[in-house]
């Protein structure tokens, strides 16, 4: 697991100075999905209007919903953004519009903003 990857799994959210000075750039997996299967460790989502279909572990992916207790997760595709090393691909493959860079400090924040 690399560097990006351990600061985009923590659980210590702290104060946005906190968050910011994570400065290290990597490729993020940002995109609309349905979900599949929902384990204790992992998550198997189909990306929307494609056949591909990715596993992720649940403590390395955002889901981008405000209330994800009310989304009906299974029915109405929704956006994630997870560390692009933390996504295996189990059919088909990734459209590459659908992988871009940001830092770890941002993704962080995303992480406070819908996880806080």
Do not use: W
């Not at 690399?2 to 990597?26: A, H, M, Q």
């Not at 493959?93 to 992480?111: E, Q, R, V």
């Amino acid at each position: 697991m690399s560097k990006l990857t351990k600061i985009c799994s923590s659980r210590l959210i702290r104060t946005k100075k906190f968050r910011d000075s994570f400065n290290i750039v990597g490729d993020f997996f940002k995109g609309r999905v349905v979900l599949l299967e929902q384990g204790i460790v992992n998550a198997v989502y189909r990306l929307d209007e494609t056949e591909c279909t990715i596993k992720i572990n649940n403590n390395l992916h955002l889901r981008l919903l405000q209330n994800q207790f009310s989304h009906p997760l299974t029915e109405v595709p929704f956006e994630i953004i997870a560390p692009l090393e933390a996504v295996k691909v189990l059919t088909y493959n990734i459209p590459i519009d659908l992988i871009t860079s940001m830092s770890a400090g941002d993704y962080l924040n995303l992480k406070a903003t819908f996880y806080s």
